[in-house]
């Protein structure tokens, strides 16, 4: 067993670097990348070349209808993550049809935004779901229209080589509006519709990206600090 660097209260040991946190749970901390703060979208990108684009409303992204995903620039590995949205305030449509969006962690990964409030689906695909693979512990959602918040904690897989094969699978730590609902999840791979997952070798880093499913879903406040592997 290898010999502890340190004794017991050590007063040699290193000291953590100094963060300043936001006034608030949910405002940015010092160190944080702020991807939207409401005012503009200059750190985004169309996975689309022309077409309907996001647009800003009431100091929100909001998704339109055929506009496609959307990318961040910069392009991340493990992370935390804030993020808050909303689905619509006029309810309609059931199930996957009512309120739906997604949170892809490294383009790949998804956290599945929908509105879940007095509306039943399969249980993988309801909100803050691993999508296709692992049910929020609790259904925390607040009702239409209401301001959400999803706090992620996500370590990417590590792959052996250029290979498909992990030597360390992604995990996933998920509170929604503060309530823990993935608990240390042990990502099974690319996260499917109605196929089983399986990992596909990719980059250290890629982008965050926000999914367009046909509902003008609104997002704010999204801020990232990047997490050591």
């Known amino acids: ?6 004794q017991v209260h050590d007063m040699n040991r290193p000291r953590p670097p100094v963060v ?9 901390p010092s160190d944080a990348i702020v991807l939207f703060d409401g005012s503009n979208m200059d750190q985004w990108v169309h996975d689309k070349a022309s077409g309907p684009r996001w ?3 009431d100091g929100a992204m909001q998704c339109a209808k055929d506009a ?14 804030h ?3 909303a689905a619509p305030s006029k309810v309609e449509g059931s199930s996957q049809g009512r309120g739906n969006s997604g ?13 879940s409030f007095n509306n039943d689906t399969y249980p993988d695909g309801q909100a803050s779901a691993v999508y296709g693979q692992h049910p929020p512990d609790v259904n925390a959602s607040r009702g239409p229209g209401e301001w959400q918040s999803y706090d992620v904690i996500f370590h990417r897989p590590i792959f052996k080589g250029q290979t498909d094969e992990v030597e360390r699978p992604g995990t996933v730590t998920v509170f929604h509006n503060g309530v823990l609902v993935q ?8 996260t499917y519709h109605k196929l089983q997952p399986a990992y596909k070798y990719h980059a250290d880093k890629m982008p965050l990206k926000l999914q367009d499913h046909g509902n003008p879903v609104r997002f704010r406040n999204v801020w990232v600090r990047e997490l050591a592997d």
């Open 183 to 190: 608990d240390h999840w042990v990502i099974k791979g690319i």
């Open 20 to 28: 300043t946190p936001g006034k608030t749970d949910d405002q940015p």
């Open 103 to 115: 949170v892809f962690l490294m383009g790949t990964y998804e956290i599945q935004v929908l509105d």
């Open 68 to 81: 496609g995903y959307i990318g961040t620039k910069k392009q991340f590995g493990s992370m935390q993550l």
């Open 1 to 6: 067993m290898a010999q502890q660097q340190w």
């Open 83 to 85: 993020i808050e949205w």
């Open 55 to 57: 647009a800003i409303v």
